[in-house]
């Protein structure tokens, strides 16, 4: 398990620079055997050293690339696969690692309708959050087709902090993922919107 301070969501990427001998240790593990690990969000604490809090949902993490440097570090990308329950957290010996299960998303509710008002809603959050010079995505960013897919990838670019992401990421299902979002870019627009206006 790799304990961070951002979440990873299915179907992202991530790119990691992996310096602490304990990661070190996970990459080389899993790379002799499976080129997957979880990645979960650090509640409280920090991602070097140990002594954090973690949540008890994630994603899988499987290896695209993994380059090791002279020094012994990893430069490491990743994409996230699926959704993970934590069961129980084991011993951080020789790093941290837990027993998960899998955990698919409920429910098979057409989302056709609700996705592109979503989708919508995120291109204009970006614009703003661009129109106002500060970092994000491209408002053109291209999004998956299919509503699933597309509701993590929505979670991931928009301008939510880690707490929010990872509400979305325990969402049941798409369908309520999409609903949350939803509401949180409408407040988010509203927001950007006050800020232009006050110049």
Same mark, same amino acid.
């Given at each position: &398990?790799?304990?961070? =301070?951002?979440?990873?969501?299915?179907? &992202?990427?991530?790119?990691?620079?992996?310096?602490?001998?304990?990661? #070190?240790?996970? *990459?080389? !593990?899993? $790379?002799?055997?499976?080129?997957?690990?979880?990645?979960?969000? @650090?509640?409280? +604490?920090?991602e070097v050293?140990?002594d954090?809090?973690?949540?008890?949902?994630?994603?899988?993490?499987? @290896? /695209?690339?993994?380059?090791?440097?002279d020094?012994?570090?990893?430069?490491?990308?990743?994409?996230?696969?699926? #959704? @993970?329950?934590?069961?129980?957290?084991?011993?951080d !010996?020789?790093?941290?690692?837990?027993? *998960?299960? !899998?955990?698919?998303d409920?429910?098979?509710?057409?989302?056709?309708? #609700?996705?592109?008002?979503?989708?919508?809603?995120l #291109?204009?959050?970006?614009?703003?959050?661009?129109?106002?010079?500060?970092p994000?995505?491209?408002?053109?960013?291209?999004?998956?087709?299919?509503?699933?897919? +597309?509701?993590?990838?929505?979670?991931? /670019?928009?301008?939510? +902090?880690?707490?929010?992401?990872?509400?979305?990421?325990?969402?049941? =299902?798409?369908?309520?993922?999409?609903?949350?979002? +939803?509401?949180? /870019?409408?407040?988010?627009?509203?927001f950007?919107?006050?800020? $232009?206006? &006050?110049?």
């Amino acid at each position: &398990m790799f304990p961070l =301070g951002n979440v990873l969501f299915p179907s &992202m990427f991530l790119p990691l620079h992996v310096f602490e001998p304990r990661y #070190r240790a996970l *990459v080389r !593990d899993c $790379l002799d055997g499976g080129s997957e690990f979880g990645v979960v969000l @650090i509640e409280r +604490g920090s991602e070097v050293g140990g002594d954090d809090v973690r949540t008890d949902a994630g994603t899988v993490a499987r @290896i /695209l690339e993994a380059h090791e440097l002279d020094d012994g570090r990893w430069v490491v990308g990743a994409v996230g696969t699926h #959704r @993970i329950r934590v069961r129980s957290w084991l011993e951080d !010996d020789p790093y941290p690692r837990a027993e *998960v299960e !899998d955990w698919p998303d409920e429910g098979t509710a057409s989302l056709e309708d #609700r996705y592109p008002v979503v989708v919508a809603s995120l #291109r204009r959050v970006l614009a703003l959050t661009a129109e106002l010079g500060d970092p994000a995505p491209p408002s053109t960013v291209e999004l998956s087709e299919d509503p699933l897919l +597309g509701s993590y990838q929505v979670a991931a /670019l928009a301008p939510f +902090g880690p707490a929010d992401q990872q509400v979305l990421l325990r969402a049941a =299902g798409a369908e309520q993922r999409l609903e949350q979002a +939803g509401a949180m /870019l409408d407040e988010e627009a509203n927001f950007l919107s006050q800020r $232009l206006a &006050m110049g």
